[in-house]
């Protein structure tokens, strides 16, 4: 019961782990090895990617914990594994944990021996700002959206809001129709086509983000409106 308590005490207030911290903006940053300067560019390219949301407010603070070393992520990021770019606690105390990074080049370390799928558009500003829209998510609709949303909406929504545009939706469209794997999230590990069910939702239908949590459809009909609706 006392080590129970004692990691959920480690995991509300992790600060005492990461001895370098900044403040910036809205931002509060910390990490286990020391914080360039170049940090202010990326949290600049998060801010221009967060703001798309129409969750979006200026004022929420935004905090952050940068875990260079693994058995940081693997216990601050609650996954008990190290294979992932970033997390959002939703449940708890909304921090967000991000893997290994290399600042002045604006992105994460690989978790495996190769270069991460799709990287020109996922930086280190975008594994943040998707995880900070995971935060927002859960402001807005309560800590347990995760019980109550489909993953490929929470995900597809925070894809949506990281990559901030740099989508090709037609051309996405076209590869979800012809079955390409990379649409696939159980063969990719990407939310391409999480992304697309909910571009098509927003941009082409032109749902405000109030009615696509409220009347969120079924994956079976969303996938057919995506394969008739041009």
Not at 68 to 95: C, I, K, Q
Not at 165 to 171: E, L, Q, S, V
Not at 179 to 192: N, V
């Amino acid at each position: 019961m006392i080590l129970a308590l004692l990691c959920v005490l480690a995991i509300v207030f992790p600060q005492p782990a990461f001895a370098y911290r900044i403040a910036y903006q809205n931002y509060e940053l910390w990490s286990d090895r020391p914080i360039p300067r170049a940090i202010e560019p990326v949290l600049d390219d998060v801010t221009r990617r967060w703001r798309t949301s129409p969750l979006y407010d200026r004022a929420t603070p935004a905090r952050i914990f940068i875990c260079n070393e693994p058995w940081r992520m693997w216990l601050y990021g609650m996954h008990f594994s190290t294979r992932f770019g970033g997390v959002a606690d939703v449940w708890l105390t909304r921090h967000v944990v991000i893997r290994a990074a290399d600042i002045e080049a604006n992105r994460i370390v690989p978790p495996g021996p190769g270069p991460i799928a799709d990287a020109a558009q996922r930086p280190l500003s975008y594994f943040i700002a998707h995880e900070l829209t995971h935060s927002d998510v859960s402001r807005r609709f309560g800590r347990t959206v995760m019980l109550r949303y489909p993953e490929w909406l929470l995900e597809g929504f925070a894809d949506y809001v990281g990559k901030a545009g740099d989508f090709n939706y037609i051309a996405n469209r076209a590869a979800f129709i012809a079955g390409a794997p990379e649409l696939d999230r159980g063969k990719s590990g990407l939310y391409r086509g999480y992304h697309l069910k909910v571009a098509y939702l927003l941009d082409k239908r032109g749902w405000p983000l109030e009615r696509l949590f409220a009347e969120t459809p079924g994956d079976a009909e969303l996938e057919r409106w995506l394969r008739t609706d041009p």
